[in-house]
Structure formats: structure tokens, C-alpha cells
């Protein structure tokens, strides 16, 4: 079944410093922040967050289908899907609260 545009989320990409995105107690409450905001407003958004190309600035790019063209849209989603493949993201951009133990492994924060 294909979407209508009005149904597709707003795509949110967090492009964030390099060195900040490798201290998983910096990046893991800032991402659960975000995403706890969105869930509280029922916000119907994909929040991406991606390390920024060195020499570039820290920023948030918003994608709006709606103000897409659908030409534009199809090259949008092939890149959605792509990031989904090689970051292996499901359907939901939640993070899992990690719990882990200290010299444990634990999949969700990869320690």
C-alpha cells in the first residue's frame, strides 16, 4: 500500500559533530531526549542522526514530503532506505534505555 504524502513523516536528520556522536553519555540522552519529545507531542516524524562531514557545521535539516516533489520524494526515500540498511534501523527511531552492567555486553549501547 503506497503512502500519500500526508501520511509520510517529516524526516528530521541531525548532522552532529564526530567526536560528540563516539561518547555514547553525551549522545544516547540527547537522542532519547529528542525522541521522548517527539513521542510526547505524537509527532508523526523519522529522526535521523548522522556524524557531519569534516569541516562541516553542526545542523538539522527538515525534509517535508508534502513540499516535495514527488521526483524529489523517490530519491529522498531511496536514501531513508539506505540509511535504514546500513545503520539497520527499524521502523522506529526509539533508542532502548541501555541497563546495561559495566563489563557486560549489552545491544543496547553496543558495550
Known sequence: ????????PLILVFYLDPILMAEPQIIQPFIQGVNEQLEKKNANVLAYFLRCAEGESERVTCINPIQVEPAKMEEINKMVEDIKKQFDINQSATIKKCTC?????CSNCNN
Open 1 to 8: 500500500m503506497e503512502q500519500t504524502n500526508q501520511q509520510q
Open 101 to 105: 552492567i559495566e563489563g557486560e555486553a
